[in-house]
Structure formats: structure tokens, C-alpha cells
């Protein structure tokens, strides 16, 4: 695999801290560089999903004896079910987005075919990575959207924030696809609109 040798062991998250949003930890707003929503999204749920999913939840029972390498491939999973992606947009992802690709534990310069990406995703339980998304997707939205709660708050599975509901009139019977475009939409939307004045006062 070809790993990304600046990432920190999964242990420490290896996520940088987020910026631009209400919960960033950058205290100098001349300093935050403006990241797109979607990449924003993907580095809150994968933070999520290795620090608090992995670790305070029996969804993954033998994570703390997995591999790095294993451990990448959960990440690359989590990450294709979150945006819905098949394997050669899964590729395309991790080499255009290289903060991302270095939260999952991969090289940008130099990412997994999507040929191996499938053969090494495939050997993984769909339904843990399902799970695992939606649940990080759902803390991602804590991190990004108003009246969120701080990310040391919430618990491995935590509802939407009430800002959210505010936004969509999610009905339950939508297919799990649907909620994390859905949920990809809101956050774009948000972000596009409210970057500048969460920028001034962050």
C-alpha cells in the first residue's frame, strides 16, 4: 500500500484541525485556509470514525489489534459510502484531496487503483461500513453546521443537530444514498453561503 509517510499512527486521528467552521480550533483567522465543504465533511467524519467509532463503540470489535494497512482500507470505505462514490471516483478522490487522503492513511501523489481499492474495500462487511458512515456523517454535521454539539460531546452514533432539521424535511424512509447526499448538499450550501462571517468571528 502506498501510505502517506507524514500521517500520524491512527491513534492520533492524523486529522489536521478543521477551519472555517464553528468548531475550529485555529484561534487566527488570517491563518485558515478555506477547504471545499465536501473535503471539510470528509476530514470531520473520518475523525470521528478513528477516535471515537473505532474506540467507544463494539461496531469494529477487533479494531485496536488491526493493521495500519487495515485500518486504511476501513477509512477508504467509510469514506466511498459517505459521498456514495463508486472505485474509480474513490481514486479520483483520494489523489485530488490530499488532506483526505492522508486522514485515510494514503498517498495523494500516488493512490490505490481502483482495482485494489475494490479487491481490498470488498473484503470488508458492507453493513459495518455502512453503519460506520452514517454515524460519522452524522457527527460531521455537528462539527459544520450551527448549534452542533463539540466533538468531545458526542457519542459513537449521535443524532443530527437540530440546525439540520431546520434546513431539510428528512423523511426516514429516504434510501441511506439519499441522506449523505443529502447531508453533502446541506453542508456545501451552508459553507458556501456563511464561510466569510464564520471566517471574522471563529
Given at each position: 500500500m502506498d501510505r502517506n509517510p507524514d500521517t500520524p499512527a491512527p491513534e492520533t486521528g492524523g486529522i489536521p484541525p478543521s477551519s472555517g467552521t464553528h468548531h475550529g480550533q485555529e484561534k487566527d483567522p488570517s491563518r485558515r485556509v478555506q477547504r471545499p465543504p465536501e473535503v471539510e465533511r470528509?476530514?470531520?467524519?473520518?475523525?470521528?470514525?478513528?477516535?471515537?467509532?473505532?474506540?467507544?463503540?463494539?461496531?469494529?470489535?477487533?479494531?485496536?489489534?488491526?493493521?495500519?494497512?487495515t485500518r486504511s482500507w476501513y477509512c477508504a470505505g467509510v469514506l466511498r459510502e459517505l459521498f456514495d462514490d463508486g472505485y474509480r471516483d474513490l481514486q479520483e478522490r483520494l489523489g485530488e484531496q490530499p488532506q483526505v487522503a492522508g486522514a485515510v492513511g494514503l498517498s495523494s501523489s500516488n493512490p490505490p487503483h481502483y482495482s485494489t481499492l475494490s479487491r481490498q474495500i470488498g473484503k470488508l462487511d458492507e453493513n459495518i461500513l455502512e453503519q460506520a458512515a452514517q454515524w460519522a456523517s452524522d457527527a460531521a454535521l455537528h462539527q459544520l453546521l450551527?448549534?452542533?454539539?463539540?466533538?468531545?460531546?458526542?457519542?459513537?452514533?449521535?443524532?443530527?443537530?437540530?440546525?439540520y432539521y431546520e434546513i431539510v424535511d428528512e423523511e426516514w424512509s429516504v434510501e441511506m444514498d439519499e441522506k449523505m447526499r443529502q447531508a453533502t448538499r446541506v453542508v456545501g450550501e451552508y459553507l458556501a453561503v456563511n464561510y466569510p462571517t464564520l471566517l471574522a468571528h471563529g
Open positions: 470528509a476530514l470531520a467524519a473520518l475523525e470521528h470514525f478513528k477516535n471515537v467509532i473505532t474506540l467507544k463503540s463494539d461496531l469494529i470489535d477487533d479494531w485496536e489489534t488491526l493493521d495500519e494497512d450551527p448549534q452542533g454539539k463539540s466533538p468531545h460531546l458526542l457519542g459513537p452514533n449521535p443524532s443530527k443537530p437540530r440546525f
